[in-house]
């Protein structure tokens, strides 16, 4: 696959006009550094905080298996999260551990900051102030994974792959893209996220 997702800095451009912009990828640029410049569309109605509620696992991809042992980074953050825009705890630290791999000060070649890897203008849109702060970051995650959800009717691969690749790229394909980094991507946090939550029930 040559061809990458519209880039962050459109997306950007079209979260603040309001209206649909088109990009093409920037000249010199790897497919897999495009495609980590795929900026999270925040073009959508953001979810108010909800009550508790289970998150619907009707992923299309099967998980990865992976080696997660222990307990969670940042737990009682990110279950407070998680709740507070009803969305299942496990999920949100599936995408902390693909993203930052727990790192608060995690940053991006292009930009992208925190546990939750957000972009200032995304932050700034989801009321992150500072996206080094853990709190901060995954309460603007899991408000933006709460609106992907609901954008895609509880569907946690489709959620999943809008986080990585855009939630342009996969209405435009139907499904999850057919870039490699977001083949990827999608069973490795489906796959921490099985394994979080067993650890979380044994807590």
């Not at 977001?182 to 099985?194: H, I, M």
Request: hydrophobic content about 40%; charged content about 15%; aromatic content about 6%.
């Amino acid at each position: 696959m040559t061809n990458a997702p519209i880039i962050r800095s459109a997306q950007l451009r079209q979260a603040l006009a309001m209206v649909p912009v088109t990009r093409t990828p920037a000249a010199g640029l790897s497919f897999a550094a495009t495609l980590k410049t795929a900026q999270r569309n925040p073009h959508m109605t953001l979810p108010k905080a909800a009550p508790p509620r289970p998150a619907t696992p009707t992923g299309t991809v099967a998980p990865t298996p992976s080696t997660i042992s222990g307990p969670v980074p940042y737990l009682a953050e990110i279950t407070a999260a998680a709740h507070k825009y009803g969305i299942d705890p496990a999920l949100l630290a599936g995408v902390v551990k693909q993203e930052s791999n727990f790192n608060p000060k995690a940053q991006s070649p292009v930009g992208a900051k925190g546990l939750t890897q957000l972009m200032d203008a995304t932050a700034r849109g989801l009321g992150v102030t500072d996206s080094f702060d853990p709190q901060q970051s995954l309460d603007g995650g899991a408000r933006f994974l709460a609106g992907l959800l609901k954008q895609f009717h509880g569907d946690e691969s489709l959620a999943v792959a809008a986080y990585n690749a855009g939630p342009g790229a996969v209405q435009k394909y139907g499904g999850i893209p057919p870039y490699q980094e977001t083949q990827r991507y999608v069973p490795k946090v489906l796959g921490y996220a099985a394994q979080f939550r067993r650890i979380i029930a044994a807590v």
